[in-house]
C-alpha cells in the first residue's frame, strides 16, 4: 500500500504562535511531497514541492518566510505555519509520490485543521 | 504556470443517468491528469488517472478522455449511484508541480 499520515488532524491556536503540521508516508520512501491549502468548499491549491535534501518550490504568491517547509527524510516532510493569523485557518493536505509504484500517483494525507483564533 | 478550469461547478443527475465533467489545462507540457473524489472533511481519492500518451481509459463505470491537441480531459460516470455524490477535482501534472480544477458537486438524486 501506500499510507500517508498527518499530524495533527486540528490544531488550534492563538495568533502570532507558531503551528507545525507533520506529513508522513508510512510504507514507501518520497522524494517528493507537495503542500495543498484548501479552503471550505473550494479546491486544493498547490503551495509548495518539496524535495528530500533540498530547498521546496514555492508557488507564486506562498511566503516562504511564512510556511516553512522541511522535508528531512524520504518519509517526512513538515510545513510550519509561523506566526499564524486568522487568515491562515485553513485546511492543510500534503500528499507524496510514490515514483516506485506508479509514477506521478499522489497519495494524499487526511488533512490538517488550523483555526487560528 | 498551470491553469486548469473545471465544469460545471455544480451537477446533479436522476439515479441512473450519466454524469460528465469537464477539464481544460493551458500548459502543453502537463502529461498526468488524475481525478480525484473527495467526500466531506475527507482527502481526496484518486479515482482513475490517464496519460499523455493514451486517448481514453475506463474503469467500470469511469472513464476519462483526454484530448491534447485541444487540451481538455473529460470524467464520464454512467449509472450514476447516490453513493457518488461527491466533490470531483481534475488535475493536471508536468510530473513537478500539480494544479488542481474549481471542483464539481455532484449530487445524484435517488
Known amino acids: 500500500g501506500a499510507v500517508v499520515s498527518q499530524h495533527p488532524s486540528w490544531v488550534i491556536c492563538k495568533s502570532g504562535t507558531s503551528v507545525k503540521i507533520e506529513c508522513r508516508s508510512l510504507?514507501?520512501?518520497?522524494?517528493?511531497m507537495f503542500w495543498y491549502r484548501q479552503f471550505p468548499k473550494q479546491s486544493l491549491m498547490l503551495m509548495a514541492t518539496s524535495n528530500e535534501g533540498s530547498k521546496a518550490t514555492y508557488e507564486q504568491g506562498v511566503e516562504k518566510d511564512k510556511f516553512l517547509i522541511n522535508h528531512a527524510s524520504l518519509t517526512l516532510s513538515t510545513l510550519t505555519v509561523t506566526s499564524a493569523h486568522p487568515e491562515d485557518s485553513s485546511f492543510y493536505i500534503c500528499?507524496?509520490?510514490?515514483?516506485?509504484?506508479?509514477?506521478?500517483?499522489?497519495?494524499f494525507g487526511p488533512g490538517t485543521r488550523l483555526t487560528v483564533l | 504556470g498551470e491553469n486548469v478550469e473545471q465544469h460545471p461547478s455544480t451537477l446533479s443527475v436522476q439515479e441512473g443517468d450519466s454524469a460528465v465533467i469537464k477539464c481544460t489545462y493551458s500548459d502543453s507540457a502537463s502529461n498526468y491528469f488524475p481525478w480525484y473524489k473527495q467526500e466531506l472533511g475527507k482527502r481526496p481519492q484518486l479515482i482513475i488517472d490517464?496519460?499523455?500518451?493514451?486517448g481514453e481509459k475506463k474503469d467500470q463505470r469511469i472513464a476519462v478522455t483526454l484530448n491534447k491537441t485541444a487540451k481538455h480531459f473529460s470524467l464520464h460516470i454512467t449509472e450514476t449511484q447516490p453513493e457518488d455524490s461527491a466533490v470531483y477535482f481534475c488535475a493536471a501534472s508536468t510530473g513537478n508541480q500539480f494544479y488542481f480544477g474549481t471542483g464539481t458537486s455532484l449530487t445524484v438524486i435517488p
Open positions: 510504507d514507501f520512501q518520497a522524494t517528493t
Open positions: 490517464i496519460r499523455s500518451n493514451v
Open positions: 500528499s507524496a509520490e510514490n515514483s516506485r509504484l506508479s509514477y506521478n500517483e499522489q497519495f
